[in-house]
């Protein structure tokens, strides 16, 4: 870990102005402004994380709480935003910490405004969700200064809570197979097809060619991430002709939601002619006419791993990165098994 002495031959100063700048009290022992801003910067080079985010702590009114932004994609799900908070909070109610938390939003390909944000000393740690393979290698080549842990994604570099995505869409063709089924197709979000990050919908198409099910190119339908999406390609997919899938899955739950209205108004019964499996685990999806199977997403569980990951970073800088792996049990309801179990 970089030091103070370090800082201080970086940018030819005593050691001791070198921590007055880091402890905060630059302003009071009348340090310029410009030397305040070139010991900064020389910290933030070295990778000087425990005293940029002590800083702070010692700037919040003596309450002494840390404060962690959770940046939130503009384009991600509102429903799991929710989920997301409601396991934020357990760490909370079960008196673990206590600490602030603010909802950063922000737009695809302007990552750089989170490592700036993260980078001013705002926040002690920061909580990073739904970021692109392309963000997720700018965020590890340009160290964000504050503790720092991703979302659902895996790295080497930042702490993280992950699952196995390739290994749901695996499993789900398995499944399949398991039950008989010989032509199967999907709808899909979009932005999952031709990205990086698309290893759930990979593990699914390569591994139906491995257990020898059809997945015909006109039965891979794609749509944004949203019900309308979804009720759109159910549209096309039933308008495409010939034989349809006998199962499908649904990469993203809600857009099976707004999908079963198309299938009803067809007369395509659920599960008899064809079966279902999504992937969340949204309430919407216990309460639909049929309910649907999922592999679930353990969302409050993740999330309030987060919150355990960044604390402790935030309580120890020293402390290595984490990376946790969380298992996506099946949960079968009236679509597809109709088993009425998790496993």
């Not at 800083?55 to 002494?64: C, E, I, T, V, Y």
């Not at 357990?90 to 206590?98: A, K, S, V």
């Amino acid at each position: 870990m970089s030091t103070i002495k370090e800082i201080a031959e970086r940018t030819k100063l005593s050691a001791g102005t070198v921590s007055i700048v880091l402890n905060g009290r630059g302003d009071e022992m009348r340090i310029s402004k410009k030397t305040q801003q070139r010991i900064l910067e020389a910290a933030q080079g070295v990778g000087y994380l425990p005293n940029v985010s002590a800083r702070r702590l010692r700037q919040s009114n003596g309450r002494n709480i840390p404060s962690i932004a959770t940046f939130w994609p503009s384009d991600l799900s509102s429903d799991l935003l929710g989920r997301f908070f409601m396991g934020v909070q357990n760490p909370i109610l079960e008196q673990e910490f206590e600490f602030e938390m603010t909802i950063q939003p922000y737009t695809r390909r302007h990552i750089h405004r989170i490592k700036e944000i993260c980078d001013q000393g705002n926040y002690h740690g920061a909580i990073l969700t739904g970021i692109s393979a392309e963000e997720q290698r700018y965020l590890e080549e340009n160290p964000i200064q504050v503790p720092a842990v991703l979302f659902n994604r895996e790295s080497a570099s930042y702490s993280c809570a992950h699952v196995d995505t390739y290994e749901i869409g695996r499993k789900t063709a398995e499944l399949f197979a398991l039950r008989g089924h010989k032509r199967v197709g999907t709808i899909v979000p979009d932005h999952l097809v031709n990205t990086e990050h698309n290893l759930r919908f990979r593990g699914f198409v390569e591994s139906c060619a491995a257990y020898g099910l059809q997945l015909e190119a006109h039965h891979i339908q794609t749509a944004p991430m949203t019900m309308e999406g979804g009720n759109a390609a159910a549209k096309r997919l039933l308008a495409g002709g010939g034989e349809l899938p006998t199962a499908m899955f649904f990469p993203m739950g809600l857009m099976a939601v707004a999908a079963l209205p198309e299938f009803r108004r067809a007369g395509i019964d659920i599960p008899d002619q064809m079966e279902i499996l999504t992937y969340g685990d949204h309430d919407a999806e216990k309460y639909s006419v049929p309910s649907l199977s999922t592999v679930k997403l353990p969302v409050e569980e993740m999330a309030a791993a987060c919150i355990r990951l960044v604390m402790g970073r935030i309580l120890d800088p020293s402390a290595k990165p984490r990376s946790l792996e969380f298992e996506t049990p099946f949960v079968f309801r009236e679509s597809c098994g109709g088993f009425g179990f998790e496993m």
